[in-house]
């Protein structure tokens, strides 16, 4: 009996242990789902654009000069040899990427043009927009004069036009 006590008051002493073990256990370690761990990844994308514009802007600087500066900093590095089929088809990914609770629909398409729609593009960054003073306008003009650099390394136009179905984006070849 007094062994069977000894076993009883050490399991119970080990369990009380472990108990108290988890119990102090604060943080873990999350397992976002692969949507999950994308949508973060496309909104802190979309959020460091923001607060780049935000911070220019703190400076003096205009959203032209911050999107022309940054569009001809990647511009240089852009591989020229993709020409407008590869800028044209990077830039679909990029705006897939970017917009994860909307969607782009391509409505013309030819040789030396395309034109494509971004949808919901803004429903999920409105409120980080308005926490760092920067408009919906404001950041389509940057996109459009940081890909616009990058589209004239490649010989190309780039514009961007905000419409009530969404974002607007025109490519073409000059």
């Not at 800028?87 to 030819?110: A, D, H, K, R």
């Not at 593009?121 to 996109?143: A, D, N």
Request: net charge negative; charged share 20%.
């Amino acid at each position: 009996k007094l062994n069977a006590m000894k076993k009883l008051i050490v399991i119970i002493c080990g369990c009380l242990f472990t108990l108290a073990t988890f119990a102090l256990v604060k943080f873990t370690v999350p397992t976002p789902s692969d949507l999950q761990k994308y949508q973060a990844a496309a909104w802190q994308w979309n959020g460091a654009y923001t607060l780049l514009i935000s911070y220019a802007k703190s400076l003096g600087q205009s959203v032209e000069d911050t999107g022309t500066a940054v569009g001809e900093m990647v511009a240089a590095t852009w591989n020229k040899e993709s020409g407008f089929d590869g800028l044209v088809n990077s830039m679909l990914y990029i705006w897939v990427t970017m917009t994860p609770s909307g969607n782009v629909e391509i409505s013309e398409q030819s040789e030396d043009k395309i034109v494509f729609l971004v949808k919901e593009f803004y429903t999920p960054i409105k409120e980080g927009l308005m926490q760092y003073k920067v408009t919906p306008v404001e950041l389509s003009r940057f996109y459009e004069l940081y890909a616009g650099k990058i589209a004239e390394h490649l010989g190309a136009e780039y514009s961007i036009k905000d419409t009530d179905d969404g974002i607007e984006v025109t490519i073409a070849k000059k």
